[in-house]
């Protein structure tokens, strides 16, 4: 799962041309009005609602100055940018992807998707000699830049913004002096990011040697920028948030949110109250529209509408002629760049731990050719899934001949690597009392040498107390091929069927040492062959039967992965082959082989998902150890039975089902609210039976399930053939 962070932005954007750089413009014979549009999260929408109702009244703007959402939208407004053109792509942006920086989970490298098995936290950390060190933010926010900088690709050339068709300036606070950094040159892009950089949210921005954050800090209503601009009438929209009523048991969270709130609503009222009787001030009602709810931008520019509507005789007399109003919009649009931007040369800025050599090689787009973006932007995502860039930006510098201009990839390293640190909770309760616990920790160290070598420990401490631990050295710098020594052991606990009815309880430790050589099957799967020696030791506690066995072998495996999602998968598929031999020539007590082939497989229509589960594994007619033996039963692999209910040298199964999506769920709770239903069947046979379809049990499971910042949770009932029936509870489930 993926944790979606819910930010306190919105940004709005379309796919629509931008403008030239604009000559000086003269003054016009009126009185020139300026727009003041300030920040208030997905509230913003309401920018546009306003924007539209100025537009069909024939009212100019002659300056703009905007904060966070509002420097967004005055930002593309300035631009060329017509509110239509941004209205109309409301419902063509996922908020939820541009706000996450991790790539689709199919285009992952194997290796990240391995560790997305395991319930970890996506919250990841750093850990040095100095202590623990945290990123600078939730979102760096690549997605969103890529996207400001396609939508202003024909400003690059515009470096002072009175060169815009329409004079603008963004707000952003600077975290160096303390003070409001009102941006009026540069790159229109980086201005906008700056602008809306919520503290916590998104990671700074840095311009000119200044770490600027959201300017809703310290100036969210930016009226003394518009006036310093030369506004004669300033039209005022204010989406700022009313501050909640706090309880007296509030929470810290509660507290810290309701402190920003404060200084962003003082702020607010020194700038309103500096608003003179000639200007027009609009404040949407915007009740039950919160900052975060982007999916009600469409709604918030409705209440926009009805706010410009309710003072249309206020505005109406700021309004011109048609054929005046006309010619100002079209000499506007006018200044738009139609030609595509050439590119020279294509150079890689990558200072930190990472090998540049390894940036150059996932880079496809040429040098002497038009700049296309969709190239580029999967440029940058393979760059990024290297996993250890905080950072993935491009910019495009002007050659002194300006007939191109030079592509230059930059990378930026995840400031608190190169030691990283995971956590994660598991829980399982059963129907019989059993209950499991386990606290998990990644640790993974990147970038040991310039081929990307990295050694990655994973803990379990509780049931059960295991350790893993795996150094991965790539053989060359694309990473294709690979060599990874391996240690792993633990002591577990667990319930052993033995016959029938009949159970014990087995006490295990165990250690195995492997050397692997491998492949990487581009970012699908993974091809690993190695050698393996190890010893293992059970004790059943009823009996007093002991298990002192050597470990020795080979063992194989082919994965691919290529699940949107692991544990609530939509769409996509996963096979994993593993294959073992055991060989006392290789210091195994005992000669056998096994098999076994897992497919897992998603299709959606809507929010109903079609799931299924094959699995089948055999000994090749051998008589397989107890502890290495094939085993059925637990939640979704017949979760009528308990887990390990049936056990043999064999075994076949298969599941297909549906599973809803059926609610969101609040931001602070997590993702969404799923409900299943599977039909399942499958059994175990010993390698001296003959499988029949008589032999095959059915059944079926229900569950509700959940995506929270804890990871999946699970609440699940099963049937057997029988008359077998479970209950579960799961937090961290992984299967």
Known sequence: MRVRLVLILAFLAALAPATLASPDQPVPDRPRIGLCLAGGGARGGAHIGVLQVLEELRIPVDYIAGTSIGSIIGGLYAAGMTPDEMDSTLSGIDWNDLFDDAPERNLLSYRRKEEDRLPYFEFEMGISADGLKMPAGFVAGPKLLFLLRRLTLPTIDIDDFDDLPIPFRAAATSLNSGKVVVLDHGTLADAMRASMAIPGAFTPHVIDGETLVDGGILRNVPYEEVKAMGADIVIIVDVGEPLAAMDSDASVTGILAQTVGVAIVANSRASLAQAGDQDVLLVPDLEGIRVEQFESMAEAAACGRTAADRHRDQLRHLSVSEADYQAWWADVRSRRREDAVQI????????????????????????????????????????????????????????????????????????????????????????????????????????????????????????????????????????????????????????????????????????????????????????????????????????????????????????????????????????????????????????????????????????????????????????????????????????????????????????????????????????????????????????????????????????????????????????????????????????
């Open 344 to 735: 020279g040369s294509v150079r890689i800025d990558s200072p930190g731990r990472i090998d540049p050599r390894r940036v150059q090689m996932r880079v496809r787009s040429q040098p002497d050719a038009p700049l296309d973006l969709d190239v580029l932007a999967k440029d940058l995502a393979r760059v990024y899934r290297l996993g250890d860039f905080e950072f993935v930006d491009y910019n495009l510098e002007p050659r002194s001949d300006a007939s191109a201009h030079d592509l230059v990839v930059g990378t930026t390293d995840k400031r608190w690597g190169p030691n990283y640190l995971r956590f994660g909770l598991t829980l399982a309760g059963h129907l019989n009392g059993q209950t499991r616990f386990a606290l998990l920790v990644n640790h993974r160290m990147a970038e040991i040498n310039w081929l990307g070598a990295e050694w990655r420990n994973q803990f379990s401490l509780g049931s059960p107390l295991a350790l893993d631990s795996e150094f991965y050295q790539p053989l060359s710098l694309n990473g294709r091929f690979f060599v990874a020594p391996r240690l792993s052991g633990g002591l577990s606990e667990y319930r052993r069927w033995i016959k029938g009815d009949l159970s014990d309880t087995v006490g295990a430790k165990q250690y195995l040492g492997r050397l692997d050589v491998g492949m990487n099957l581009s970012h699908w799967g993974e091809l690993r062959f190695g050698v393996y020696r190890g010893h293992y030791w059970g004790e059943f506690e009823g009996t007093g039967i002991k298990e002192d066995r050597a470990l020795g072998g080979w063992q194989g495996r082919l994965a691919f992965d290529q699940l949107d999602s692991w544990n609530f998968p939509r769409r996509g598929w996963a096979v994993d082959v593993i294959g073992r031999v055991s060989r006392n020539a290789l210091g195994g007590s005992t000669d056998y082989e096994r098999l076994a082939l897992q497919a897992r497989g998603a299709v959606s229509r809507g929010r109903m998902t079609f799931v299924g589960r094959l699995e089948g594994s055999t000994s090749f007619q051998s008589s397989l150890p107890f502890d290495d033996r094939f085993e059925l039963g637990g939640f979704m692999r017949l979760s009528g039975l308990e887990r390990g209910r049936l056990f043999g040298d064999d075994l076949a199964t298969a599941a297909l089902g549906v599973q809803f999506q059926i609610a969101r769920l609040s931001p602070t709770l997590g993702g969404h609210l799923y409900f299943g239903l599977l039909g399942e069947a499958g059994q175990a046979w010993q390698y001296d039976d003959t499988p029949t379809l008589t032999d095959i049990v059915p059944g079926f499971t229900t569950f509700l399930g959940a995506e929270t910042p804890l990871g999946p949770v699970y609440v699940g009932y099963g049937y057997a053939e029988g008359g077998y029936q479970s209950v579960y509870v799961f937090l961290g489930r992984s299967f």
